[in-house]
């Protein structure tokens, strides 16, 4: 009886040594300090963070731009020689030089605003009459120069269309292996090298029904381990073979990863390659099912659902740290809601902060305000050359430490 009992007490003490080992700890993130507007930066909505190859720190808002060197901040404007104040991208090249352009997130916030949807609901003679009465081309405000800036670390620069850029609007900016810029605008793709801008424009794939200049609204651009090109696009994902020079498209919504003839709007917003060379595909979408995230390893093109851990639909960013985990930040778009009064007809599209989530090799996991973060809507993820993580929201930016779960 006693050995019996001896041999029940070892399987149970056994049995809990193994659910004791098999336990899977939770990551924590550690929010160490949080700067805001009261701190000396431009805005409390936070764009985007930066680190120049000196250590300092820049913090792109919608109020301009703040350097901070550990002690002291300083704010560019407009009026300092920036071609626009809201800036939701910072990126410097091997020469030290640093440029700044809008980023793919200002199309978001102009979302954020009630459109005027009047004339939809004016009768065709009157609205014909509001046409005709329109102000005279000549007689409007000039536009200022809004193209890319670049700074020199004394003045500014500011590149437009004159200047050989497609657009006004950049959306991203990467330097190759050989040390060429390619600036994303919404009108091809700009190669910059000595000077000099050479446009390139994307006619798309036969047989599309589809504008092709669709092609064209080029919103992020990677470069692959063989030296190729990947450019997300409104309509969806441009291939480009440098040896060949030839470009081949794709449709984020295949399940396999295909070439297609008849795309469906992409709205790819980010790629990214892991350090396994899977390619990671982010998008603006809308809805309760799809995260927008979508992962092709060369064969297999995997689509992941919303859930606790990824409950967004839209991702704006995408940061791999040096420790191989990938950052999403992004938004859950609403609805759109329709304002009916007795003066005028409006359109808002809503998004709702959702934290940001960090995938590490096997799961997903979330972070929000419960965790330290200042506010739920995260706009990018930057890892500094400490290791800190910093995160740009509308409450400020907050710099922290992930600490991986114990396995």
């Known amino acids: 009886?006693?050995?019996?009992?001896?041999?029940?007490?070892l399987a149970v003490f056994?049995?809990?040594l193994h659910s004791t080992v098999s336990v899977a700890y939770t990551a924590e993130l550690k929010i160490e300090k949080i700067l805001t507007k009261t701190d000396g930066l431009a805005s409390n909505t936070?764009?985007?963070?930066?680190?120049?190859?000196?250590?300092?720190?820049?913090?792109?808002?919608?109020?301009?731009?703040?350097?901070?060197?550990?002690?002291?901040f300083r704010t560019f404007t407009t009026e300092d020689g920036l071609s626009r104040n809201t800036t939701g991208l910072i990126f410097q090249d091997r020469h030290g030089m640093l440029w700044f352009a809008n980023g793919v997130v200002l199309s978001t916030l102009e979302r954020g605003k009630s459109i005027d949807m009047s004339y939809m609901a004016m009768p065709l003679s009157e609205l014909a009459k509001e046409l005709e009465n329109e102000i005279p081309t000549e007689t409007l405000t000039p536009t200022p120069p809004r193209g890319v800036s670049r700074y020199d670390g004394d003045m500014f620069r500011i590149f437009t269309p004159a200047d050989g850029l497609l657009r006004d609007n950049v959306k991203d900016i990467l330097e190759d292996k050989t040390g060429m810029l390619w600036f994303a605008t919404a009108s091809g793709v700009n190669r910059y090298e000595a000077e000099s801008f050479t446009g390139m424009a994307f006619n798309g794939p036969m047989g599309m029904d589809i504008l092709p200049d669709w092609w064209n609204q080029v919103t992020t651009i990677t470069?692959?381990?063989?030296?190729?090109?990947?450019f997300g696009s409104t309509a969806g994902i441009t291939y480009y073979n440098v040896q060949t020079s030839d470009f081949r498209y794709f449709d984020i919504n295949l399940i396999s990863f295909q070439e297609i003839e008849k795309p469906r709007t992409g709205n790819v917003t980010a790629l990214q390659f892991d350090a396994g060379d899977n390619l990671w595909i982010c998008r603006e979408g809308m809805g309760d099912e799809s995260s927008g995230i979508r992962r092709y390893n060369g064969?297999?093109?995997?689509?992941?659902?919303?859930?606790?851990?990824?409950?967004?639909?839209?991702v704006h960013n995408i940061l791999l740290d040096t420790s191989g985990n990938l950052w999403f930040a992004g938004t859950k778009k609403l609805p759109p809601t329709l304002h009916d009064t007795e003066e005028r007809l409006t359109m808002t599209y809503a998004e709702a902060g959702v934290g940001v989530s960090v995938y590490n090799g096997e799961t997903?996991?979330?972070?929000?305000?419960?965790?330290?973060?200042?506010?739920?809507?995260?706009?990018?993820?930057?890892?500094?050359?400490?290791?800190?993580?910093?995160?740009?929201?509308?409450a400020g930016a907050a710099v922290g430490v992930y600490l991986p779960s114990e396995k």
């Open 46 to 72: 936070v764009l985007t963070v930066f680190e120049d190859n000196h250590g300092t720190m820049w913090f792109g808002t919608t109020d301009g731009i703040t350097r901070y060197d550990g002690e002291n």
């Open 14 to 16: 056994l049995l809990l």
């Open 299 to 314: 064969e297999v093109l995997v689509s992941f659902p919303q859930s606790e851990a990824l409950p967004m639909n839209t």
């Open 364 to 394: 997903f996991q979330n972070f929000d305000t419960n965790d330290g973060l200042p506010s739920n809507t995260v706009w990018s993820v930057f890892e500094d050359s400490r290791g800190k993580l910093w995160f740009a929201t509308d």
């Open 1 to 9: 009886m006693q050995k019996r009992l001896h041999t029940i007490w």
């Open 223 to 230: 470069q692959d381990t063989a030296g190729n090109f990947w």
